[in-house]
Nanobody, 120 residues
C-alpha cells in the first residue's frame, strides 16, 4: 500500500489542523491505519489508530483533543487535531498494517510525513 499524507502546517497554540492520508495500491494490509509522530530528538510514537470497522485507539497524551477517522470507500485516513499545544510539534506520519503497535513493526507501510508546528 502507498500512503500520501497532507495537511500539516503552522498553527498557534489552541488552534486546529486536519491531516489527511490517501492510500492507494494494494490496501489489503491496511486493516489498521493510524498516525505516528516524531519530534526532533525523540522516537516515533503512536498517536492514534483505527481499524477497518472503526475501532479507535488513542495515546494517553491525546486527552480527547484529537479524532482519528477513515473513509474506507475513499481509502482515506484523517486526523483532526484540536487544542494544539507547542509540544504537539512534530512530523506526523500515517501508517497502515495488519496491526499498529507503539513500537513500529518492520511490516508497517508509511506515508512521507507532514510537519505540524505549533507556536506558543
Amino acid at each position: 500500500v502507498q500512503l500520501q499524507a497532507s495537511g500539516g502546517g503552522l498553527v498557534q497554540a489552541g488552534g486546529s489542523l486536519r491531516l489527511t492520508c490517501a492510500a492507494s495500491g494494494n490496501t489489503y494490509s491496511a486493516v489498521v491505519m493510524g498516525w505516528y509522530r516524531q519530534a526532533p530528538g525523540n522516537q516515533r510514537e503512536l498517536v492514534a489508530s483505527i481499524t477497518r470497522n472503526g475501532y479507535t485507539h488513542y495515546a494517553a497524551f491525546v486527552n480527547d483533543r484529537f479524532t482519528v477517522s477513515r473513509d474506507n470507500a475513499k481509502n482515506t485516513l484523517y486526523l483532526q487535531l484540536n487544542s494544539l499545544k507547542p509540544e504537539d510539534t512534530a512530523v506526523y506520519y500515517c501508517a497502515a498494517d495488519f496491526q499498529l503497535t507503539p513500537v513500529p513493526r518492520p511490516s508497517t507501510s508509511w506515508g512521507q510525513g507532514t510537519l505540524v508546528t505549533v507556536s506558543s
